[in-house]
């Protein structure tokens, strides 16, 4: 078996498994959001979305990004099964992690009264992001315990911490909304995160690391290499928080709470069938790639392997909720939500360019290029933020959503240059070709999207989405192999016909 067909296999396994936990995750996201839609409104959902945005920006603040430098390190060590190297990082991660989630809680209580005045207008939510405090510690100590999982390549795991997380963090978020109300938001974000916090302490509790006893001095040197590497990946989830948060603040202050409201439901869900090829890509390419990172022809056809696979799975899902964007808004949100959905569809073609970049931002990562990736982050969020004014100024509520989609145009100009720079890397015909093909297909789904909006309309995206799966799976097979497909449909035969 040719070394790229067992690369492809490899991405195919590890995006199934971490799919698969997503679709579970997301199904049990949309019962939470549509209970919670139903309870608190549009304002309550934007409560979530602002309250997110700020326990995320304080969290990655103060965690120095030590969990994605933790990831890194114990990748590379994995590599070279340097045991304890391993011990030493992971021994030193977890007390860094408690010592940062300590300082997050500590920052974001103190400050609360003028981010509430900031954010809202006044400190009556000064209260709530007080106790949201809590949420940070969790969820800081949390994205330490999983750096374990994933830098350890444990994909099994982590695909199953991500589904009890959801499920506990369903069990203790709707109870807490149904008899509080708006109060009880920031409960419940912090009953869930708690949660979160706890699975991942258990599944990290599975992986044996060797015991190390480090004194002082050497608890330290090894925490500024964690902190030193982990500023570029703070810096870059710091200016995406940022300005996640800045756009809320934007959107609460020129349109209102409630387009703040549609505008998180949009967002949200023009992530969720993405997110299962983009959590793959943090899960385990990633790791692999780090182990690559200083073979540049390794490294670059690790990236184009990855691109193609991602492209074809994702293509379908864009131009499927291209089409059933009202549909999707009304089931999973209420009637209420309608104005969300020109948003979405804007968003949607934006979320196409996030499949295109997503593996070159990790190729700067994995290689090192702290500095140079911040810079690429620090331009895109600024632009961002400069579309979404000029958008909103024009198109309101909308431009929110055309910003999102003229950010990713130039993100993915921008980070093809930049790669291609670092390490000579070339997107390769076979690429070129499923990428060409989506984009005018994405395309064409958009404009049919606008002009039928009605029975028309969702036959021809129909049409186009089956077409779509179709061309999809032919591009699997042809990557993996047929026979590689025949014998895994042999392996699921028996399971269906038990089942039925």
């Known amino acids: 078996m040719s070394e790229e067909k067992r690369s492809h296999r490899q991405i195919v396994k590890s995006t199934s498994l971490v799919g698969g936990s997503t679709v579970v995750t997301v199904l049990i996201g949309i019962v939470r959001t549509k209970i919670l839609a139903v309870l608190l409104g549009p304002t309550g959902i934007a409560l979530f979305g602002l309250f997110g945005s700020i326990t ?30 391993i011990g030493r990082t992971v021994f030193v991660l977890r007390r860094v992690a408690i010592s940062t989630g300590l300082f997050g809680a500590v920052t974001l209580a103190v400050f609360c009264v003028p981010l509430s005045r900031v954010t809202f207008g006044d400190d009556s939510y000064a209260a709530a992001l007080a106790l949201l405090s809590l949420s940070v510690f969790f969820l800081t100590v949390s994205a330490g ?53 706890l699975v991942s302490w258990r599944y990290a509790r599975k992986v ?20 030193g590497l982990g500023l570029a990946f703070m810096t870059s989830g ?19 709470l409630g387009a703040a409201g549609f505008y998180h439901a949009a967002y949200s869900l023009s992530g969720i069938y993405v997110g299962i090829i983009l959590g793959a890509m943090g899960a385990d390419f990633y790791p692999r790639l780090t182990a690559v990172a200083n073979d540049n ?16 799975i994702a293509g379908p899902g864009v131009i499927a909720t291209l089409v059933l964007a009202p549909i999707i808004v009304q089931l999973l949100y209420s009637p209420d939500f309608v104005p969300a959905v020109e948003v979405l569809r804007w968003q949607i073609l934006g979320v196409l360019g996030r499949v295109i970049s997503w593996p070159l ?43 999102f989609f003229w950010l990713y145009l130039f993100y993915c100009a921008l980070m093809r240059i930049v790669v291609g720079r670092v ?12 990428l060409g093909i989506y984009s005018v297909a994405i395309g064409i789904a958009f404009v049919t999207s606008h002009a039928y909006r009605t029975i028309p309309g969702f036959v021809l995206g ?15 097979v042809r990557l993996l192999g047929p026979d590689y497909v025949k014998k895994k449909l042999k392996g699921v035969a028996p399971w269906l016909s038990q089942s039925t």
């Open 462 to 476: 129909g049409v186009a989405t089956i077409l779509a799966i179709a061309y999809s799976l032919h591009g699997l």
């Open 56 to 85: 995320t920006l304080v969290s990655t603040l103060c965690g120095l990004g030590i969990s994605s430098s933790g990831v890194r390190q114990i990748a590379e060590a994995n590599g070279r099964e340097d045991r304890r190297t």
């Open 423 to 434: 390490s000579g890397f070339r997107w390769t015909r076979s690429y070129i070709s499923v």
């Open 361 to 403: 931002g990790f190729a700067l990562l994995a290689k090192g290029k702290g500095k140079l990736f911040i810079g690429t982050e620090f331009t895109a969020n600024a632009l961002h933020i400069a579309f979404v004014v000029l958008a909103m100024r024009y198109w309101g509520l909308e431009g929110t959503g055309m910003a």
């Open 238 to 256: 710091l200016l995406n928080a940022a300005a996640a948060y800045f756009i809320r603040t934007l959107v609460v202050q020129e349109l209102g």
């Open 208 to 227: 044996k690391v060797q015991q190390v006893a480090l004194a002082w001095p050497e608890i330290s040197k090894e925490a500024r290499g964690l902190i």
């Open 145 to 197: 315990q999983t750096a374990l999982i994933q830098g350890m390549r444990r994909i099994r795991d982590l695909a199953t911490a991500k589904i009890v997380s959801a499920l506990l963090g369903l069990m203790v978020t709707v109870p807490v909304v149904w008899f509080l109300g708006e109060r009880g938001v920031a409960i419940a974000m912090v009953a869930a995160s708690a949660s979160a916090a």
């Open 297 to 312: 022809e390794k490294c670059n056809r690790l990236i184009n392997e990855q691109s193609e696979v991602g492209m074809l």
